[in-house]
């Protein structure tokens, strides 16, 4: 199993311009969750959901920030408009009947 | 609130030397509390959780609810230890959402 997947790994992208992060998690996991981290604040939840419905989404910034998970096998983190303080890691990670989270490798965004 | 608190951001110690790393939170109720570990290049992971009450490479970490703490100690450091720590806390059974401390950067020095 390759664990939870997301993509890009990688992401430069202008003020302004639309992003759109991607999640894989694993196979069997009812749960997954985002999560962004930075310096300053380390790292936030931003949302969860459980069988893809999303419960939590009280850690959500903005407008501008909107999740979905139209399926079991795959989820998306939209930021629309971008702007350079979303600058940061966004991780996914899932879990299943356990409450062991496990992460992916994690998404680097750079907005300049 | 649910809040965790890691008050050393960096922490540098001697290989075979004891190593604690602080952690305390605020939670009216119950909470779970766990320590996620991430090494160089590897991904964000379970090092242990308060429930299990083991020892995970040589960690361990007990809930104190008097002082509201769950600091991780190992008696002698080894230089694979070498990492970002996050303690983390959830309110409820199921660990459905965890909050974080924002982590301190472990050094082990040969």
């Known amino acids: 199993d390759a664990g939870v997947i997301q993509s890009p790994r990688h992401e430069v992208t202008e003020m302004g311009q639309e992003v759109t992060l991607r999640c894989k998690p694993i196979?069997?996991?009812?749960?997954l969750f985002w999560y962004r981290q930075t310096m300053m604040r380390g790292l936030e939840l931003l949302i969860y959901?459980?069988?893809?419905?999303?419960?939590?989404d009280s850690g959500m910034p903005e407008d501008r920030f909107s999740a979905k998970m139209p399926n079991a096998s795959f989820s998306t983190l939209k930021i629309q408009p971008s702007e350079p303080r979303d600058s940061a890691v966004y991780f996914c990670?899932?879990?299943?009947?356990?409450?062991?989270?496990?992460f992916g490798p994690g998404t680097r965004l750079t907005v300049l | 609130a649910q809040r965790v608190t890691q008050p050393e951001k960096l922490l540098s110690v001697f290989k075979g030397a004891p190593v604690e790393l602080k952690c305390n939170y605020s939670?009216?109720?119950?909470?779970?509390l766990f320590w996620y570990v991430q090494y160089s290049r590897q991904r964000l992971q379970l090092l242990l959780r308060?429930?299990s009450r083991e020892s995970i490479k040589g960690f361990t970490a007990d809930l104190n609810k008097g002082e509201t703490s769950f600091h991780l100690k190992k008696p002698f450091a080894q230089e694979e230890d070498s990492a970002m720590y996050y303690c983390?806390?959830?309110?409820?059974?199921?660990?459905?959402?965890?909050?974080f401390g924002q982590g301190t950067r472990l050094t082990i020095n040969p």
């Open positions: 959901f459980n069988n893809n419905v999303p419960i939590d």
């Open positions: 939670y009216s109720g119950s909470p779970e």
């Open positions: 990670a899932s879990s299943g009947l356990g409450d062991e989270q496990f």
């Open positions: 983390a806390l959830s309110g409820h059974q199921g660990a459905q959402k965890l909050v």
């Open positions: 196979s069997g996991h009812n749960s």
């Open positions: 308060h429930i």
